[in-house]
């Protein structure tokens, strides 16, 4: 099936650390989507993004539209031990089938 | 607002059998979207219906069906289970198109 190509694929990281991880594609989307799944559960929206360029936060997470439509990234600032989990990017493109990206699974050590 | 609820949460059938699960979407929404996710082949959009019409399909076999209610709530089949079916289910629900789409905590589906 089609995915996003999600880097890196792992990180183990200091509490206090900063994160960023990426995701691009072959095609343009419209939209583009931050997910985080905890073992067990379903993903958690963190971010949405609907416009090329666009820059938003939530808490210490930023995120970016990129210019192209084909990249996006998610950065998360002074990490804590709750954030460890899998992030997912997601794209739209004039339908409601959303294409993920392979996860990046992060690990926080205190 | 009560979130998007799946049932059941664990399930194990063996192979040949047939299962149906179940999800109801928020409040209001009235699109619903189905995944599969495996350790293998990550998140994979399986259908997306809407007033109870399904609107997208993925690519998977005919023994994958759903359908959805008048009142949103969607079930999904899956008929002569393989192994490979063994997989989490997700069910996102949210508005209508391109609407930001919110997941329930999905069923593990375990075949034997």
């Known amino acids: 099936g089609q995915q996003l190509n999600q880097s890196p694929q792992s990180m183990f990281i200091q509490e206090g650390e900063d994160v960023s991880m990426n995701c691009t594609s072959s095609?343009?989307?419209?939209?583009w989507l931050w997910y985080k799944q905890d073992p067990g559960e379903g993903p958690v929206l963190l971010i949405a993004l609907y416009k090329a360029g666009e820059l938003t936060s939530n808490g210490r997470l930023t995120a970016q539209f990129g210019i192209t439509r084909k990249d996006s990234f998610l950065n998360i600032s002074a990490s804590i031990p709750s954030d460890v989990g899998i992030y997912f990017c997601?794209?739209?493109?004039?339908?409601?089938?959303?294409?993920f990206g392979t996860g990046t699974r992060l690990q926080v050590f205190p | 607002k009560a979130g998007v609820t799946q049932t059941p949460r664990y399930l194990i059938k063996t192979r040949g059998q047939q299962v149906t699960l179940s999800c109801s979407p928020i409040?209001?929404?009235?699109?619903v979207s189905w995944y599969q996710q495996t350790p293998g082949q990550g998140l994979q959009f399986l259908f997306e219906y809407f007033s109870e019409t399904q609107r997208n399909k993925g690519n998977f076999p005919g023994r994958f069906s759903g359908r959805q209610f008048s009142n949103s709530r969607s079930e999904m089949n899956v008929s002569t289970l393989e192994l490979g079916d063994s997989a989490l289910y997700l069910c996102?629900?949210?508005?209508?198109?391109?609407?930001?789409?919110?997941f329930g905590p999905g069923t593990r589906l375990t075949v034997l």
């Open positions: 409040s209001g929404h009235r699109s």
């Open positions: 095609s343009i989307f419209n939209t």
């Open positions: 996102a629900s949210f508005r209508g198109r391109a609407d930001t789409q919110y």
């Open positions: 997601a794209g739209l493109y004039n339908t409601d089938k959303l294409i």
